[in-house]
């Protein structure tokens, strides 16, 4: 990302790709600090369970 580009710009430009974010967290978390990839990770994990869950929920 340029450095005049902000997150919502970002927003705007990729629209509905939803592949693009994950691939921009993905290289945007090697200048993150340890407590924000650790919050980042823990949200990813609780999302997941959540995602689960209501997969398991359906099928019984």
Known sequence: MAP???EEDLKKLIG?????PTRYEALNRFNWSEK???TY?????????ISCRRLHETKI
Not at 41 to 49: A, G, S, T
Request: aromatic share 16%.
């Open 4 to 6: 005049s580009t902000s």
């Open 16 to 20: 509905s790709d939803f592949s693009y």
């Open 36 to 38: 924000e990839l650790f």
């Open 41 to 49: 990770e823990q949200e990813i994990k609780r999302i997941r369970i």
